[in-house]
């Protein structure tokens, strides 16, 4: 009974802001009850670590996304479609996959990086994974991915939830020359891309300050700043290469525009209803490959190049 308690006097400030945000998201409908759960628990993996900057990394990203879907919410409902009747379309509430699509990698990396932290001979001697002579470059790394995971997750979102409101007409990202109807998955503009880039600069400008400012009081030395950045932003890319090959886009015969489905779910398509592109991930699913690849990519080159967020 100690150890609940003191967690969570430990934690007080970090609690408060999930209440507050589990009631904001209940009262607006901005996630579904599944997904509120999923938030708690994602909020309550981040709270595991010692490093208070990842939780206010997913609170932000949480507040930026919700500010960036409102832009012209009325404007993006007319652009699109959903795809549960002829309306008009736009972001509904948010469900349980959707948020471990765009937490989940963090979730992992930060799970691993508290066990790394944590470590003991006992632990060591017990379990198939051992500290050895590459744990000590893990643990530095581990943080990097955390931070570009949710840089990459935030350009993304900035890119898509503002871009589509960009007045040139978007094009093909694996095939220029192509114009494509806005909210086609693949679609980017170059507003959208500047976009991205903003979102990403906010995401790593907070986890800046976070570190210097709250444990464990670390400064991030502007070469890591400036990867993490243009891993964001190379998130952004990746999501919408990912979109236009593996990903389908449907669309409605008689008015033009893309069906969007509810939750980042697969469309059926049938009737008025067109196909293009390879179907083989839904939009979760493209989310979560890219924040696992952006991770993945950011690990590699903070590996190979020494940097960390604990260089000073």
């Not at 893990?138 to 503002?162: I, K, M, N, R």
């Not at 489905?261 to 209803?273: D, L, N, S």
Request: net charge positive.
């Amino acid at each position: 009974m100690d150890l609940p308690l003191a967690f969570a006097r430990s934690h007080i400030p970090q609690i408060i802001g999930t209440a507050c945000l589990v009631g904001y998201a209940h009262l607006r409908h901005k996630l579904t009850p599944g997904g509120i759960l999923a938030g708690i628990l994602v909020a309550f993996i981040h709270m595991l670590h010692p490093w208070q900057a990842f939780f206010w990394l997913l609170i932000l990203f949480f507040l930026l996304g919700t500010v960036v879907t409102r832009i012209g919410h009325k404007a993006k409902a007319r652009i699109t479609q959903s795809a549960t009747d002829t309306g008009e379309g736009g972001e509904g509430a948010r469900t349980s996959a959707q948020v471990f699509a765009n937490s989940g990698t963090a979730c992992v990396l930060i799970l691993l990086h508290v066990w790394l932290l944590n470590s003991t001979p006992f632990t060591s001697s017990t379990l198939p994974l051992s500290p050895g002579p590459y744990f000590p470059v893990l643990e530095s790394a581990l943080p990097v991915g955390v931070v570009a995971q949710y840089a990459a997750v935030a350009a993304d979102t900035f890119s898509s939830e503002l871009g589509i409101l960009a007045k040139s007409q978007p094009f093909l990202i694996t095939a220029p020359w192509k114009k494509v109807p806005p909210g086609t998955n693949g679609g980017v503009t170059f507003d959208g891309l500047l976009y991205g880039g903003l979102g990403s600069v906010l995401l790593v400008q907070t986890a800046a300050l976070a570190l210097k400012f709250l444990p464990p009081y670390i400064i991030l030395a502007p070469p890591t700043a400036a990867l993490l950045i243009g891993m964001g932003l190379l998130g952004s890319v990746i999501d919408s290469l990912l979109g236009a090959v593996v990903q389908a886009t449907v669309t409605d015969k008689g008015t033009g525009r893309v069906v969007e489905g509810a939750g980042g779910q697969r469309v059926k398509v049938g009737g008025e209803r067109v196909q293009m592109g390879w179907d083989l991930l839904t939009n979760n699913g493209v989310n979560f490959a890219m924040a696992a690849l952006t991770s993945v990519i950011a690990m590699g080159c903070a590996w190979t190049t020494d940097l960390s967020l604990a260089r000073t």
